[in-house]
């Protein structure tokens, strides 16, 4: 059973940082593809980012580029969601994801996903 625990999450003021971990228990899939959702109080869950766990290849939503960097550790099966210049529409439930295939579509085809950290950014 895939496992995926994030950590990190907590409240900051706007202009801040925060730095996301998820840590997965993937050994036996070899992932193609760690992602970062969110989801805000009455909004869909959106893509944020992901990272190929190969070569590294990164995608970013425009609402995040420039702000948030995106990392692995393939050693420590870690994925990393730097994020800085917060603002408080930034404030979401975020979710590490996971995916065994390819896909053109960044967001598309998430098969594992954690239980969510909590992120909050006061004006």
């Known amino acids: 059973q895939v496992q995926l625990v994030e950590s990190g999450g907590g409240l900051v003021q706007a202009g801040g940082s925060l730095r996301l971990s998820c840590v997965a228990s993937i050994r036996a899939l070899s992932p193609a593809n760690m992602g970062w959702f969110r989801q805000a109080p009455g909004q869909e869950r959106e893509f944020v980012t992901a990272?190929?766990?190969?070569?590294?290849?990164?995608q970013y939503s425009d609402s995040v580029k420039g702000r948030f960097t995106i990392s692995r550790d393939n050693a420590k099966n870690t994925v990393y969601l730097q994020m800085n210049s917060l603002r408080p529409e930034d404030t979401a439930v975020y979710y590490c994801?996971?995916?065994?295939?390819?896909?053109?579509?960044?967001?598309?085809?998430?098969?594992?996903w954690g239980q969510g950290t909590q992120v909050t950014v006061s004006s």
């Open positions: 990272i190929s766990w190969g070569g590294g290849t990164t």
């Open positions: 994801a996971a995916r065994t295939r390819y896909y053109n579509d960044w967001s598309y085809g998430y098969d594992y």
